[in-house]
Each structure stands twice: as structure tokens, then as C-alpha cells.
Nanobody, 121 residues
Framework: QVQLVESGGGSVQAGGSLRLSCAASGSIRSINAMAWYRQAPGKQRVLVARISRGGSTNYADSVKGRFTISRDNAKNTQSLQMNSLKPEDTAVYYC???????????????WGQGTQVTVSL
């Protein structure tokens, strides 16, 4: 059984920093893309940052220069370092990964349980 488990998040004042982490576990053959999404109250879930297996990254315009996504392929983990946080960054953040399980030959989408990030003035 493959699963993603998130850690980190919490409450911080504007201008502060937080780090989110996500670990994949289970019978994993390989992990392709990994990413972070967020969903604010009453809004759709949107992409925040994405990283390929080779390390190529892309970011939402709203977080460029403030957030950094990284991954450790040997440990099947990814992280999101969030600096200069703003109140508009408040949302539930979800870890995502395209994982090829040992019993499969193609990747499936997996999601973490979500973690709340709250930024106050």
C-alpha cells in the first residue's frame, strides 16, 4: 500500500517561514513528478510548485522567489520551504506524487492528507 504522509505546517506571522515535508512509503518502484498544491477556503485546489525526478522545477507566479521545492530520490521525500509568507498563502497544502508501485508499470496519482498553513498579520 503506497501512501504519502505530510508533516510541518502551522501558524506563523506574515514575513515568517515554514517548511513542509512529505514522505512516500510502501511498495514503490519509482516516483516521477512530485508537487505541492494548496486549497484556500471556497477556492479550487491549485498548483504551488512541482519538481521532476531529474530536479526541474516550476512554481506558481504568486510564490516565485519565496518558496523552494526540493526532493530526495533516495529517501522518497520532498519538501517545500516557504519564506516571506503572506496572509494570502493561508490554505490547506497537499503533497502530490506520481508513483509507480511495484505491482504496476505506470504511475498513479497519490495525495497526502493535507496540512493547514495559516499566516496572520
Amino acid at each position: 500500500q503506497v501512501q504519502l504522509v505530510e508533516s510541518g505546517g502551522g501558524s506563523v506571522q506574515a514575513g515568517g517561514s515554514l517548511r513542509l515535508s512529505c514522505a512516500a512509503s510502501g511498495s514503490i518502484r519509482s516516483i516521477n513528478a512530485m508537487a505541492w498544491y494548496r486549497q484556500a477556503p471556497g477556492k479550487q485546489r491549485v498548483l504551488v510548485a512541482r519538481i521532476s525526478r531529474g530536479g526541474s522545477t516550476n512554481y506558481a507566479d504568486s510564490v516565485k522567489g519565496r518558496f523552494t521545492i526540493s526532493r530526495d530520490n533516495a529517501k522518497n521525500t520532498q519538501s517545500l520551504q516557504m519564506n516571506s509568507l503572506k496572509p494570502e498563502d493561508t490554505a490547506v497544502y497537499y503533497c502530490y506524487a506520481e508513483i509507480v508501485a511495484l505491482t504496476r508499470y505506470f504511475g498513479d496519482d497519490f495525495w497526502g492528507q493535507g496540512t493547514q498553513v495559516t499566516v496572520s498579520l
